[in-house]
């Protein structure tokens, strides 16, 4: 390698269209995620109208959850839990989405500026990428990726519940049905386009032709990962949208319009 | 649609310095920035220095920055920018200059040496090769590559920090790791060479935070980041983050 | 005297595109030290624009093709006016050539049953083309330059230095061969970069620099093609062989100006790709000539079928070699039957679905996309001639690759002579440059080796010589007063591309090429006076400059053989001349310098640089004649040829 100079140009870049605009919008659309979330995962309240269970409290696995019949609240952890019960279980999406290969090329560009855009000089004066810790945890993301599958699972389940009316009797559904049905339909896209998902499924085979069932999975994972971006936010704003329709029904400020 | 006369700003100088220069040119119907840089050359400056070849994006030559982003200038055409805009085109960053447009490119062919090559099989003659197309299909992907080297001037890791030059061989050399061991007649494996473990380990795979630069950029329209480097971060965590293929290797080490 | 930077290399090749590689490799192979010269960037020339694909017979898609018929169809594309025993090695041992990329990692496009694939094209009987989409000289230059890379790994493990044994010095130009009595004795160049001379010494230089389309105004080939190669060996004494055939592509872009003959590959025709007229004819049928007639459909309905079942149609006339194309071209545009930016329509969008097209012909419709606007899925192309390749070139030993009457001077790929005949065919190129750079390679390194411990010694007057004939550009302006202002070496360019494009083009006519003559005089004059600004350091003028020599030598040749060959031939067609004539048919020209003592300085600049001679052609040895029927062997060869 030639040591040398590179051409004297002061300017941290030359850019002249909005470049600040992407990373600001995304920035903006984590930082009220964040707020929302925080704020209902503490709240430890209104989270449960029969037969709509939100999604951050789903399994709820502490004492002192909410009684939901047939629903997804197995008392795994005992009484000492004090605190919301959604925190146990919102480490796993958490992690999914934290670890995720899109998310965090939206909060490395976003929140950190690194780079804040393509040939934007960025502000630090050190890099060293996800070479040591903590960064370096990032490679765990295909073990969130197993937990997503389940918790997906549970969501699924829940969904199915969300056919039951306020009395438990199978044969219903109202409005909030159709919201988790869209939100576990967007739940289950976005975490089976996954990266990890795709190099699980065929991605890390040598040889697709002696594989052609998994082959096949691999292409259409590989259809649905193109478009993980879209389904990244999709399902990020359904999932806010299904816990905060159960809020608004569980604090009585709207009643769920029965469609049968 | 007619002739106009268009507003150039043309980085000019060398290592010693150099800043960037006004211009007025003719610009006509169909034109891209290289023809603008060519008639510079014609008529106003015969010393001014870019590097180009084929001018039909097929060999990469021609890589620069324009208005801030790194392109070809052979494939920029002018009806993208407005009449009324100041066009200012720039040498690649991430590189020492060597004159006005030009610079050297060379920590690439550093790199370049750096990757192993492909290792044929043992016992398969010429001719005996036998490969699917759906087998070959990821490979020629990256194949497609013309070494235009946009992506190693926009990828950050090297454009905003030079000391990393030494550990990160950049998005057009890891996807050539990624590209042989995709190949599916690759025998580096049974070489001992581990091709997935050597892209963390030697090729700085981990230095990526895969923020697709690289593949913003990419004139042929690869997907680098989704195709080839995450993949690859996949493959090596097969390597060395996954538990069990861990402990399997501690246990056959003793 | 000037200090020069001086090196010791067994074999230097110049030029660095697929035969320079391959001859590189070759060499290094054979325990040569090697070193490559090229004036772009490693792994940027022109071989990667190559998009249809490498002609090989190695029969994977129709197993009925083998070597003799691949020799008849290059024969027949060259119109018997080939180097018979060139085209023989060349069927012989292209497929070889090509499964030894696979070994080194190529990727081709594979059958069903994995093997490589090949398509159709131009002239061949068989699909015989091994392909990558359409980018195949791209996959044909990165694979030799990742086994160049292998091979510098390989010396890098044994001497700790990557340029131990194969070095390649990039973006250098070279402008002398040097000799010594009648032996090579090594280059003289200049780095572009830094404007500084340096001296290689070697016994042995391999020549694959390339063609020389930068001497015409719509060409498809990039500012290197400046026919360096060929005013390399002219100088240095070797001979040019057959310079008036020049292959005009039929299908270039003609719109927008900025890319006028930029290439469309001839792989959209293989791939039932149609040409049209502006009034909707498939005009094709109109123009095949007796030759070719009992191998072309009739029909459109016949030809259309040949794609699907090719045993039983004849080909659409869209597939006759380019020659004929590229004329039938020009008569339909000049007859006012052309496209609105004077061209004709070429059409996909009607042949094959959307996604089809995007698949096999990737890079046209990203072309077409980027540069002019059209989405080839949706509507037709514009497409006219372009000056695309020259067949003729230095005059070489078939076997061998070496330069005539050069000891040490080998060529291989477009710079050699002889191989293509009048008119190469699609994809025969890019199996000559792996089969004679090969070969070249191999016996540069073989000459070197042989030669011992008695090197040539380069000559320090012909290193200040060469030395002072690349520095003056730069005291043009002050030098001799009385000849008049300095000249703007792109303006001679620029005329000079003119001057070849409308009088020595693609339709040639006795008094044109003698105004191109004279005009060609008259630019050799001024460009003595080429002058240029600012200094050393990669200064475009000056290279231009420089390069101006090399053009005007080759484009005399050019004109001069054109003028020469009363007859119509390949890639050679005289309006005066319609027809081809037998009698031509076992002669090539030879351009050599008048003057081949001195410098271009002494040359007398009106009277002109290049003398010609006539030579008879070696007769084609009697079981390669056998491979054809008698009734096609009466259409090309002379009476007297027939019954030896």
């Known amino acids: ?260 | 649609m007619s002739s106009y006369e268009a507003r150039f700003k043309v980085w000019r100088g060398d290592v010693r310095g150099g800043g960037l220069e006004d211009f007025a040119v003719e610009v006509n119907d169909g034109e891209v920035v290289l023809d603008i840089i060519h008639r510079l050359q014609a008529t106003q400056t015969p010393d001014l220095a870019v590097r180009w070849n084929c001018k039909a994006g097929k060999c990469g030559s021609c890589s620069a920055e324009i208005n801030g982003r790194p392109r070809l200038l052979c494939m920029t055409r002018m009806s993208v920018f407005g009449r009324d805009e100041t066009i200012t085109v720039t040498p690649l960053r991430a590189f020492p200059v060597i004159r006005d447009l030009v610079t050297d490119v060379g920590f690439n062919y550093a790199k370049a040496r750096q990757v192993p090559s492909f290792v044929a099989p043992e016992g398969v003659g010429p001719g005996e090769y036998r490969m699917m197309q759906e087998d070959v299909d990821r490979s020629q992907e990256f194949r497609k590559c013309i070494e235009c080297f946009l992506c190693q001037d926009t990828c950050h890791v090297v454009r905003d920090h030079e000391e990393n030059k030494p550990a990160f061989a950049g998005p057009r050399f890891l996807m050539r790791v990624a590209e042989l061991d995709m190949h599916p007649l690759d025998a580096a494996e049974e070489t001992g060479l581990d091709r997935k473990g050597t892209a963390q380990d030697e090729h700085g795979l981990g230095y990526c935070n895969i923020t697709k630069c690289c593949t913003e950029v990419c004139p042929e329209g690869i997907r680098i980041t989704d195709n080839a480097l995450i993949p690859l971060k996949e493959r090596a965590v097969d390597r060395k983050y996954d538990p069990l293929v861990w402990l399997g290797s501690k246990i056959r080490r003793r | 005297m000037s200090v020069v930077d001086r090196q010791e290399w067994d074999v230097v090749v110049v030029g660095a595109g697929g035969a320079g590689l391959r001859a590189a490799i070759e060499a290094r192979e054979r325990g040569a030290r090697t070193a490559v010269i090229c004036k772009s960037l490693f792994g940027k020339a022109h071989t990667v624009m190559a998009e249809g694909g490498i002609a090989a017979a190695m029969g994977n898609v129709n197993s009925g093709d083998d070597w003799q018929v691949h020799f008849r169809d290059t024969m027949r594309g060259g119109k018997f006016l080939n180097q018979w025993r060139m085209a023989e090695l060349h069927a012989q041992e292209a497929p070889q050539r090509v499964w030894e990329l696979e070994t080194w990692g190529a990727l081709f496009d594979r059958t069903k049953d994995g093997r490589i694939s090949q398509r159709n094209f131009g002239g061949h009987e068989y699909p015989r083309l091994a392909h990558v989409g359409d980018r195949t000289g791209l996959e044909l230059i990165r694979t030799l330059q990742q086994k160049i890379v292998s091979l510098q790994q390989e010396d890098f493990r044994e001497t700790g230095d990557y340029e131990s044994r194969l070095k390649v010095f990039q973006e250098c130009t070279v402008t002398r061969v040097l000799k010594d009595g009648e032996q090579v004795s090594g280059v003289f160049g200049y780095e572009r970069e830094s404007g500084r001379f340096f001296v290689l010494e070697a016994p042995a230089v391999v020549i694959a620099t390339g063609g020389i389309g930068k001497s015409f105004k719509v060409t498809s080939n990039s500012w290197e093609y400046t026919g360096d190669g060929h005013a390399l060996a002219l100088l240095a004494g070797a001979p040019l062989l057959n310079m008036e055939f020049v292959q005009f592509h039929p299908t270039g872009m003609v719109w927008p100006p900025s890319v006028k003959g930029i290439l469309v590959t001839e792989s959209v025709r293989g791939d039932g790709g149609v040409l049209r007229n502006s009034e909707g004819e498939r005009f094709m049928f109109d123009y095949v000539p007796d030759v070719f007639k009992d191998k072309y459909a009739e029909s459109e309905e016949e030809g259309d079928r040949w794609y699907d079942d090719p045993d039983h149609n004849r080909r659409p006339p869209e597939l006759l070699p380019r020659d004929e194309v590229a004329r039938a071209i020009n008569a339909e545009v000049k007859a006012g039957r052309g496209s609105p930016h004077g061209g004709v329509f070429l059409d996909v969008s009607t042949r094959m679905p959307a996604e089809v097209i995007k698949r096999r012909l990737p890079s046209m419709y990203h072309q077409f996309k980027e540069l002019a606007d059209v989405d080839i899925t949706a509507e037709a192309m514009e497409v006219g001639p372009t000056c695309h390749y020259v067949m003729g070139g230095i005059a070489v030993d078939s076997d061998s690759a070496a330069a005539r009457g050069v000891p040490g001077l080998f060529a291989a790929g477009e710079v050699a002579g002889g191989m293509h005949g009048s008119n190469r065919l699609g994809g025969n190129s890019l199996s000559d440059l792996l089969v004679f750079g090969r070969r070249a390679g191999l016996h540069a390194a073989e000459y070197a080796s042989a030669e011992g411990a008695g090197r040539p010694r380069v000559d320090d007057v012909q290193v200040d010589a060469a030395a002072a004939e690349a520095l003056r550009p730069f005291s043009a302006e002050g030098g001799e007063p009385a000849d008049g202002p300095p000249e703007n070496p792109y303006t001679l360019h620029q005329e000079l591309q003119q001057t070849m494009n409308d009088l020595v083009g693609i339709i040639r006519r006795e008094h044109e090429m003698e105004r191109a003559l004279q005009k060609l005089a008259e630019l050799r004059v001024r460009a003595r006076r080429a002058g240029v600004e600012g200094h050393r350091q990669f200064n475009p003028g000056w290279h231009l400059a420089l390069d101006l020599r090399n053009m005007l030598l080759v484009s005399e040749c050019v004109a001069r053989a054109a003028l020469e060959r009363t007859e119509s031939r390949g890639g050679h067609t005289r309006e005066d001349h319609a027809g081809m004539d037998r009698s031509w048919r076992n002669v090539n020209l030879l351009c050599a310098l008048t003057d081949p003592t001195g410098g271009l300085a002494g040359t007398d600049a009106v009277r002109g640089q290049i003398a010609l001679t006539r030579e008879r052609t070696e007769p084609i040895r009697p079981d390669l004649l056998a491979l054809f029927e008698k009734e096609e062997l009466v259409k090309y060869l002379a009476e007297e040829e027939l019954y030896e």
Not at chain 1, 118 to 135: K, Q, S, W
């Open chain 1, 1 to 260: 390698m030639r040591t040398g100079t590179r051409a004297a140009i002061a300017a941290p870049h030359l850019r002249t269209d909005r470049w600040w605009l992407a990373p600001a919008a995304t920035a903006a659309g984590l930082l009220a995620f964040v707020v929302y979330s925080t704020w209902r995962a503490f709240a430890n309240a209104d989270y449960y109208a029969a037969p709509y269970v939100s999604p951050f409290y789903s399994p709820c696995l502490a004492e002192n959850c909410e009684p939901m019949k047939a629903g997804p609240n197995w008392e795994l952890f005992g009484s000492w839990w004090g605190i919301s019960p959604a925190i146990i279980i919102l480490i796993f999406p958490l992690g999914f989405r934290l670890t995720c290969y899109y998310y965090r090329k939206a909060y490395y560009r976003g929140f950190w500026a690194s780079p804040p855009a393509c040939a934007v000089a960025e502000p630090h004066a050190r890099y060293t990428g996800e070479t040591r810790f903590p960064l370096i945890l990032q490679n765990i993301h295909r073990y969130f990726f197993y937990a997503a599958i389940l918790v997906a699972g549970i969501l699924t389940y829940d969904t199915v519940l969300a056919f039951r009316d306020e009395n438990y009797q199978w044969g219903h559904m109202g409005l909030g049905t159709l919201v988790f049905l869209l939100n576990i339909v967007l739940i289950w896209a976005y975490t089976i386009s996954c990266h990890s998902c795709r190099h699980i499924v065929g991605g890390k085979l040598k040889h697709f032709s002696r594989h052609p069932v998994r082959y096949r999975m691999w292409q259409w994972v590989g259809r649905l990962n193109a478009r993980h971006m879209q389904l990244a936010w999709a399902s990020l704003v359904s999932v806010a949208l299904a816990d905060f329709y159960v809020y608004l029904i569980a604090s009585g400020a709207f009643d769920d319009p029965r469609l049968f």
